[in-house]
């Protein structure tokens, strides 16, 4: 583990990825799942935590969005289209500007994302998160508060659960998801990658929001972090999902941390 992933880590109380503490008195309990399935042989070689909750799926939903639009060709390739920015979007700084495919997923660009579902269309984005057997499916929305089609999948209707986010993406790197070649291809292409220890390469997206209370308004500093992919080392394939939900207040998102603690951990709960 490099210094910067282990004070990452440390900081964040993950250790071999066990969540430790979990700050201020008066926090909602905290929730932690690693999960790591074998896609050959599907069996899990690491599960700890609660993986069976659902939560929102926010920027990890980039997986199957990408592959529904090159599926449906609003996509080209990993440079292509290139959107500008509107500036009635009202969206932070760092959204504020040019962005293709690849900048969409490295840069996590949720603009980006609501285009691609406005282009769709309500139904036939309905009809690719059934078919795909994504989480609940449900992108109706919260009636008063989001809107389905360009927020189902932040903090809303839709939800997931770690061990839904393993199947999805172990059907996805067996080619089980009903898409072309084409929009497989080039979605692999764009998802970020990362070396890991002993030879693994990591591919994964992650995702972070401040959790909701009942009314729908924000809970304190309580957030979520994902980090979901597959990782791969010469004939071996896995497919995994990290989950922690806690109290965060530091500057660099809770899903950098999550992120960062997985690529660490994986090639020794792999063994």
Not at 197 to 205: R, S
Request: charged letters at 25%; aromatic letters at 12%; one cysteine or more.
């Amino acid at each position: 583990m490099t210094q910067t992933l282990y004070r990452s880590a440390l900081f964040f109380g993950l250790v071999s990825g066990v969540c430790l503490s979990f700050g201020a008195a008066g926090a909602a309990e905290p929730v932690h799942c690693t999960v790591i399935l074998d896609v050959a042989s599907r069996q899990a070689l690491h599960r700890e935590g609660d993986c069976d909750k659902a939560y929102a799926p926010q920027s990890t939903f980039k997986f199957p969005l990408a592959i529904m639009g090159y599926d449906t060709g609003i996509l080209k390739d990993a440079t292509t289209p290139r959107w500008d920015y509107k500036a009635e979007w009202k969206r932070p700084k760092r959204e504020q500007q040019s962005v293709d495919p690849t900048i969409w997923e490295k840069d996590s660009i949720v603009w980006y994302s609501q285009e691609i579902t406005r282009k769709l269309g309500k139904q036939k984005f309905a009809e690719y998160v059934k078919e795909f057997e994504y989480g609940n499916a449900d992108v109706k929305g919260v009636p008063g508060h989001t809107d389905g089609l360009t927020e189902s999948w932040l903090m809303s209707s839709l939800k997931i659960s770690p061990d839904q986010q393993v199947d999805f993406m172990r059907r996805f790197v067996s080619g089980k998801i009903p898409a072309s070649k084409q929009a497989y291809d080039n979605t692999k292409a764009i998802i970020p990658q990362f070396t890991a220890a002993d030879g693994w390469l990591i591919h994964g997206k992650t995702g972070s929001g401040r959790i909701r209370n009942k009314v729908g308004k924000t809970d304190g500093n309580n957030w979520l972090g994902w980090f979901v992919g597959w990782a791969e080392k010469g004939d071996q394939r896995v497919v995994f999902a990290t989950l922690n939900v806690r109290e965060w207040t530091t500057k660099e998102p809770i899903s950098f941390a999550t992120r960062d603690a997985l690529i660490a951990d994986l090639p020794k709960l792999v063994k």
